[in-house]
């Protein structure tokens, strides 16, 4: 886990780290949002905010040995995982010192040595590879899960559902996650799909399925754990379903025209971080001054990661042909 | 051009134009793809068309690439005058299934039957930093399917006019529209409208060699030719227009005027467009050859998100520029 133990290793109480990766993210995401209107950062950038509770309580329930495969919109799932900052944001401005050697950019995030496989931006197109990486893990007796997250909008492709098929008749131990935040771009759920409650879909597969609130890290914790178990303990596929939302526009060429600022203002209302905020406040457990020195330490990890990035260098443009086959990757 | 009878309009105008007079002119035709309609259409093509036409007409669609193709493909052979949307040309891939195995094989299959009459227009291109999953130039794959007709859009007059003359086809026609001209002003007829999509077009006359290019290749090939114009060199430029069929007479007419030739495409090198053209003037105009063919395409990597390895990958003006110079020894 990225989180260094020695910020938060005063609090004995486990949430209080959930609450920091989920600042840590927020801030990384605003923050790489104004490097984009600098130009420091280019192409696609989508932003987690608002659905931070969904990779904090899957990830930190998985061990690993466990596989993890994203979407594009991974940088929440990455930092949580433990690619450090500066190797994502080095990544996303192009520099040979990024977690992809700046090849792929913010949608392509890899770190083979963590097990964090990508950063894939074709929409369900890492689907049927979570279900082979899981059958892999199954014909080798490992006892590694793989766990794939993705939106709502990929349930409707049909690699998911080849892939949820493939699962339950292979019997593999894979998590499937539906992020559903409502939109796919900018069409909403009941544009794109005849049952909106996509748990449903699961056992015309024979899968097991469970919904959350992924609006509440600690109710997302709960379900993963049980989700992991059963994955892991049955050696069977589990489609968790979490209810979640984003804040920000879809991508950084999105104008939002297809949801009211309202819709927007009250889920904000549900925002995960104030909400787990309040608990430890209720419960005695943090109090207002260390949030704040929190939040420098977040201030401050996310300087020295932009720092990084700045410090980083360009990879030579005689070296353009690496990485197209293994040989000439010295 | 006289002045008057021309206006500015950027490129996304002019194919948005183009589906607004389609629309109004064919009840039959209908727009169907991811976030046409709500969100304005991904590059904002279709902004406001949803309200204009109304979403029997507009249709957003769920993430099912080959779905929806497949359900063009079917509203195509039952009457109707589907123009299918694909976001980009590497989603294209999840439908090329229905693409190669139903749209260009029905009519074949049925004995001439089952024609199927849709237009595929798809989004490419390379140069705004999308990296390997977002930003490809694979005119080339489909080109090479027998059954599609296959467009390439490289100028705003083609962005307003291919698709009007597409939806009067009978037969799948698939258009490349390339998202880093969108943004771009050009000039075009008052009147623009309906173009021809059989041949290839000379965009500049020249004398001393031929650049033969389509696609994201036009401009940088005019601009090209600008330059080299300071330096003596007086260059054709064909924009080849329509890769699949290619139009042959165009091409061998502008390699009997000026005896040399450049294929420039973003698209990787080997096995492109420019192997099929460089193969087709060497078996029948080779004695019109002053000098070998050359050729410039993309190099072959997927496309690195890095700006200054993006623009490495495949040529630019001053390549061409270059590679012109280096042909004639005037370096
Ligand atoms: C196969 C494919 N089709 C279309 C796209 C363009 N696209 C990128 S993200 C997206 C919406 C996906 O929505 P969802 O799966 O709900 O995930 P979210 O972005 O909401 O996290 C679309 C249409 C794509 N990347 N891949």
Same mark, same amino acid.
């Given at each position: 886990?990225?989180?260094?133990?020695?910020?938060?290793?005063?609090?004995?109480?486990?949430?209080?780290?959930?609450?920091?990766?989920?600042? #840590?993210?927020?801030?990384?995401?605003?923050?790489?949002?104004?490097?984009?209107?600098?130009?420091?950062?280019?192409?696609?950038?989508? #932003?987690?905010?608002?659905?931070?509770?969904?990779?904090?309580?899957?990830?930190?329930?998985?061990?690993?040995?466990?596989?993890?495969?994203?979407?594009?919109?991974?940088?929440?799932? $990455?930092?949580?995982?433990?690619?450090?900052?500066?190797?994502?944001?080095?990544?996303?401005?192009?520099?040979?010192?990024? @977690?992809?050697?700046?090849?792929?950019?913010?949608?392509?995030?890899?770190?083979?040595?963590?097990?964090?496989?990508?950063?894939?931006?074709?929409?369900?197109?890492?689907?049927?590879?979570?279900?082979?990486?899981?059958?892999?893990?199954?014909?080798?007796?490992?006892?590694?899960?793989?766990?794939?997250?993705?939106?709502?909008?990929?349930?409707?492709?049909?690699?998911?559902?080849? $892939?949820?098929?493939?699962?339950?008749?292979?019997?593999?131990?894979?998590?499937?996650?539906?992020?559903?935040?409502?939109?796919?771009?900018?069409?909403?759920?009941?544009?794109?799909?005849?049952?909106?409650?996509?748990?449903?879909?699961?056992?015309?597969?024979?899968?097991?399925?469970?919904?959350?609130?992924?609006?509440?890290?600690?109710?997302?914790?709960?379900?993963?754990?049980?989700?992991?178990?059963?994955?892991?303990?049955?050696?069977?596929?589990?489609?968790?379903? @979490?209810?979640?939302?984003?804040?920000?526009?879809?991508?950084?060429?999105?104008?939002?025209?297809?949801?009211?600022?309202?819709?927007?203002?009250?889920?904000?209302?549900?925002?995960?971080?104030?909400?787990?905020?309040?608990?430890?406040?209720?419960?005695?457990?943090?109090?207002?001054?260390?949030?704040?020195?929190?939040?420098?330490?977040?201030?401050?990890?996310?300087?020295?990661?932009?720092?990084?990035?700045?410090?980083?260098?360009?990879?030579?443009?005689?070296?353009?042909?690496?990485?197209?086959?293994?040989?000439?990757?010295? | 051009?006289?002045?008057?009878?021309?206006?500015?309009?950027?490129?996304?105008? /002019?194919?948005?134009?183009?589906?607004?007079?389609?629309?109004?002119?064919?009840?039959?035709?209908?727009?169907?793809?991811?976030?046409? =309609?709500?969100? =304005?259409?991904?590059?904002?093509?279709?902004?406001?068309?949803?309200?204009?036409?109304?979403?029997?007409?507009?249709?957003?669609?769920?993430?099912?690439?080959?779905?929806?193709?497949? &359900?063009?493909?079917?509203?195509?052979?039952?009457?109707?005058?589907? *123009?299918?949307?694909?976001?980009?040309?590497?989603?294209?891939?999840?439908?090329?299934?229905?693409?190669?195995?139903?749209?260009?094989? +029905? !009519?074949?299959?049925?004995?001439?039957?089952?024609?199927?009459?849709?237009?595929?227009?798809?989004?490419?291109?390379? =140069?705004?930093?999308?990296?390997?999953?977002?930003?490809?130039?694979?005119?080339? +794959?489909? /080109?090479?399917?027998?059954? !599609?007709?296959?467009?390439? /859009?490289? %100028?705003?007059?083609?962005?307003?006019?291919?698709?009007?003359?597409?939806?009067?086809?009978?037969?799948?026609?698939?258009?490349?529209?390339?998202?880093?001209? !969108?943004?771009?002003?050009?000039?075009?007829? &008052?009147?623009?409208?309906?173009?021809?999509?059989?041949?290839?077009?000379?965009?500049?006359?020249?004398?001393? *060699?031929?650049?033969?290019?389509?696609?994201?290749?036009?401009?940088?090939?005019?601009?090209? /030719?600008?330059?080299?114009?300071?330096?003596?060199?007086?260059?054709?430029?064909?924009?080849?227009?329509?890769?699949?069929?290619?139009?042959?007479?165009?091409?061998?007419?502008?390699?009997?005027? %000026?005896?040399?030739?450049?294929?420039?495409?973003? &698209?990787?090198?080997?096995?492109?467009?420019?192997?099929?053209?460089?193969?087709? *003037?060497?078996?029948?105009?080779?004695?019109?050859?002053?000098?070998?063919?050359?050729?410039?395409?993309?190099?072959?990597?997927?496309?690195?998100?890095?700006?200054?390895?993006?623009?490495? &990958?495949?040529?630019?003006?001053?390549?061409?520029?270059?590679?012109?110079?280096?042909?004639?020894?005037?370096?």
């Amino acid at each position: 886990m990225y989180v260094e133990n020695e910020k938060i290793s005063k609090y004995t109480d486990a949430r209080v780290k959930l609450l920091y990766q989920m600042m #840590l993210i927020r801030r990384f995401e605003e923050k790489a949002a104004e490097l984009y209107s600098k130009e420091k950062i280019r192409g696609f950038l989508h #932003l987690y905010v608002g659905e931070e509770a969904v990779a904090v309580g899957v990830i930190n329930s998985l061990s690993t040995d466990d596989n993890i495969l994203c979407t594009y919109r991974e940088h929440g799932h $990455a930092l949580v995982r433990g690619i450090s900052p500066g190797a994502i944001m080095a990544e996303m401005y192009g520099k040979k010192e990024g @977690c992809s050697m700046g090849r792929g950019g913010s949608m392509h995030l890899f770190d083979k040595k963590i097990k964090f496989f990508g950063g894939n931006a074709i929409v369900a197109g890492h689907l049927p590879v979570a279900v082979g990486m899981a059958l892999a893990a199954k014909k080798q007796k490992k006892n590694e899960i793989t766990c794939c997250f993705f939106g709502e909008g990929a349930a409707a492709e049909g690699e998911f559902h080849e $892939a949820m098929n493939l699962a339950a008749l292979w019997q593999v131990p894979v998590l499937f996650v539906c992020e559903n935040n409502l939109y796919a771009m900018g069409t909403a759920i009941r544009y794109t799909h005849s049952v909106v409650e996509l748990e449903k879909k699961a056992p015309g597969y024979g899968i097991s399925a469970a919904t959350v609130d992924g609006m509440d890290v600690m109710a997302v914790e709960k379900a993963a754990k049980e989700a992991i178990e059963k994955v892991r303990t049955t050696v069977k596929p589990f489609f968790l379903v @979490c209810n979640t939302y984003r804040f920000r526009a879809h991508s950084m060429f999105d104008a939002e025209l297809y949801r009211e600022k309202s819709e927007v203002e009250e889920w904000k209302k549900r925002d995960p971080i104030p909400k787990l905020q309040q608990s430890l406040f209720n419960e005695n457990i943090v109090e207002q001054r260390d949030i704040d020195e929190m939040n420098k330490k977040v201030e401050e990890e996310i300087q020295r990661a932009v720092d990084f990035a700045e410090a980083g260098t360009w990879e030579p443009v005689e070296e353009i042909t690496k990485f197209v086959y293994s040989e000439n990757n010295a | 051009m006289d002045g008057n009878n021309t206006i500015k309009t950027t490129y996304r105008e /002019a194919i948005k134009q183009a589906i607004r007079e389609a629309m109004k002119k064919d009840e039959r035709v209908f727009l169907m793809g991811e976030d046409v =309609g709500r969100y =304005g259409g991904a590059f904002a093509v279709s902004k406001g068309l949803l309200k204009e036409f109304g979403e029997d007409r507009i249709m957003d669609v769920p993430l099912s690439e080959s779905g929806f193709v497949g &359900a063009g493909i079917g509203a195509s052979l039952n009457g109707m005058r589907p *123009i299918v949307e694909v976001m980009t040309v590497n989603f294209s891939l999840l439908a090329m299934d229905q693409i190669v195995n139903n749209a260009a094989t +029905l !009519l074949h299959m049925s004995g001439g039957q089952l024609n199927v009459p849709i237009v595929i227009r798809i989004s490419c291109g390379i =140069g705004r930093q999308l990296a390997a999953q977002h930003s490809h130039s694979w005119e080339p +794959l489909f /080109a090479h399917i027998p059954g !599609l007709k296959v467009l390439s /859009a490289g %100028t705003h007059e083609d962005a307003r006019g291919m698709l009007l003359t597409a939806l009067q086809d009978p037969d799948p026609v698939i258009i490349f529209e390339y998202t880093f001209l !969108l943004n771009k002003e050009g000039e075009l007829a &008052a009147d623009a409208g309906a173009v021809n999509i059989t041949n290839a077009k000379v965009r500049r006359e020249g004398k001393d *060699i031929s650049i033969i290019t389509y696609g994201a290749g036009v401009y940088k090939a005019l601009d090209a /030719a600008v330059e080299l114009a300071g330096a003596g060199i007086d260059a054709e430029v064909v924009d080849v227009r329509v890769l699949r069929p290619l139009d042959n007479d165009t091409i061998f007419n502008s390699v009997r005027k %000026t005896h040399r030739v450049l294929l420039v495409e973003e &698209a990787w090198g080997a096995v492109n467009v420019s192997s099929e053209i460089s193969a087709r *003037i060497t078996e029948n105009v080779f004695y019109e050859l002053d000098a070998p063919i050359q050729r410039l395409g993309g190099v072959e990597v997927p496309i690195p998100y890095p700006k200054h390895l993006e623009e490495a &990958a495949v040529p630019q003006q001053n390549d061409i520029v270059n590679k012109v110079k280096k042909m004639l020894q005037h370096d």
